[in-house]
Every structure is written in structure tokens, then in C-alpha cells.
């Protein structure tokens, strides 16, 4: 069984400031991260996700995340943040037979000011 | 981009009511999910189907029913609704396919209400 925590319940950060966002997961074996953006009354969109490879990932609007199995992390992070990225974001994580769906993190609110 | 539609958005019942929530995706994914999201718990996978006529229990299945017709189509199904079922819920399908881990394409949601 995978689990996945997101130790920030909420961050406030300026428009042009840098955010890392903390996923930290536990599983035994062969895992799939992957982060989630949700904006207030829509649903999750796909941000990134890593299986394999360089540890670094790049998604889409400037977003990136950094595997690291020592740590047992894949946290997010933005050099500088949008008004438009404040949001709810998920961390998900999926063992080797991800078919199976996703499990996530209970997610981060990040409230972007100008 | 893969879109997956929901119906209805909103939705009111008693308890002791008949729901079904209704999900289509329309880019051939293999894999449709149900999910609900609450406050506290961030979103739990209730059923998921590999495929028209598969089912697969998640992980917060009870009071659930769930039926896929085709390849498009997923279906949640609450008998007997409950206060408790209160929720958003979500539907997601994603590509899947041996070797490759696809990420999933969610729906708008379904905030369904149970008096």
C-alpha cells in the first residue's frame, strides 16, 4: 500500500516569488508520482509525473519537481508564481500496477497575491 | 486533449434515494475511475474498470455500485444514498497500456447533495 503526504495545508506567497510545494511518499517498490493542479470549481489537471530517469521533471507552465528516493520526496516547485497559479495542488502516487488508480495527498492551497 | 464530461452537475436527493452519476470520455481511453473528494480527505478511489463490461473496487467501495456499458461510458450507481455520500465526485480516465504510466484526464465533477 502507497501513501502520500502533503505536510503544507496552505502557502501565501507574492506574485514573482518562488514556491516549493512538499510531497513526501512511502512505498516499497516501483513508484509513479505525479502532481495535480485543481482550480476552485473545475476539476484536477495534470501537471507532471515521474517513473523513471532524470529525477528532475519539467510540466507545464514552468512547474517542475525533483524525485528523490532517499528522501522518499517529489516536491514542486515554481521560480515565480502567477496570480493565476493560486490553486489546489495533489500529489498522487501509484505502485507498479498504477491501473489501479491514484492515491493523494490531501493537497496544498497555494494563494498567490499581487 | 482527452475530455471527459459529467452529468449532473449538481445533484440534490434524500436519503433513501436512487442516484446515478453519469461520466463520458470521448478519446478511447482503457481506464475510467470514480473518485470523491472531501474535505480531510483529499480524494479516495471508490471504483475503477479496465474496460466495457470490468469492474474493479477501489478503495472506499461501500454503498457503491459502479457499471461500465462501453468503452465511453462509466456509471456510479448509489441505491440506498446516505448523508454520508455527500460529496464531489469525480470521474478520470487515463490511456494506460503496458509500460507506460499515462496520467488521467479528470471530468468537471458532481456535487452531489443527500438530505
Known amino acids: 500500500t502507497q501513501t502520500v503526504s502533503q505536510s503544507d495545508a496552505h502557502v501565501t506567497v507574492f506574485e514573482g516569488d518562488s514556491v516549493e510545494l512538499r510531497c513526501n511518499y512511502s512505498y516499497g517498490g516501483s513508484i509513479y508520482l505525479s502532481w495535480y493542479i485543481q482550480h476552485h470549481g473545475h476539476g484536477l489537471q495534470f501537471l507532471l509525473k515521474?517513473?523513471?530517469?532524470?529525477?528532475v521533471v519539467q510540466g507545464v507552465n514552468g512547474f517542475e519537481a525533483e524525485f528523490s528516493k532517499s528522501d522518499s520526496s517529489f516536491h514542486l516547485r515554481k521560480a515565480s508564481v502567477h496570480w493565476s497559479d493560486s490553486a489546489v495542488y495533489f500529489c498522487?502516487?501509484?505502485?507498479?500496477?498504477?491501473?489501479?488508480?491514484?492515491?493523494f495527498g490531501l493537497g496544498t492551497r497555494v494563494s498567490v497575491f499581487p | 486533449e482527452a475530455a471527459v464530461t459529467q452529468s449532473p452537475r449538481n445533484k440534490v436527493t434524500v436519503t433513501g434515494g436512487n442516484v446515478t452519476l453519469s461520466c463520458r470520455q470521448t478519446n478511447s481511453h482503457n481506464y475510467m475511475y470514480w473518485y470523491r473528494q472531501d474535505t480531510g480527505h483529499g480524494l479516495r478511489l471508490i471504483h475503477y474498470s479496465y474496460g466495457a463490461g470490468n469492474l474493479q473496487i477501489g478503495d472506499v467501495p461501500d454503498g457503491y455500485k459502479a457499471t461500465r456499458t462501453t468503452q465511453e461510458d462509466f456509471f456510479l450507481l448509489l441505491e440506498l444514498a446516505s448523508p454520508s455520500q455527500t460529496s464531489l465526485y469525480f470521474c478520470?480516465?487515463?490511456?494506460?497500456?503496458?509500460?507506460?504510466?499515462?496520467?488521467?484526464?479528470f471530468g468537471p465533477g458532481t456535487r452531489l447533495t443527500v438530505l
Open positions: 478520470a480516465s487515463s490511456e494506460g497500456g503496458q509500460g507506460a504510466v499515462a496520467e488521467q484526464f
Open positions: 515521474y517513473y523513471s530517469g532524470n529525477p
Open positions: 498522487a502516487v501509484s505502485g507498479n500496477n498504477y491501473a489501479q488508480g491514484l492515491t
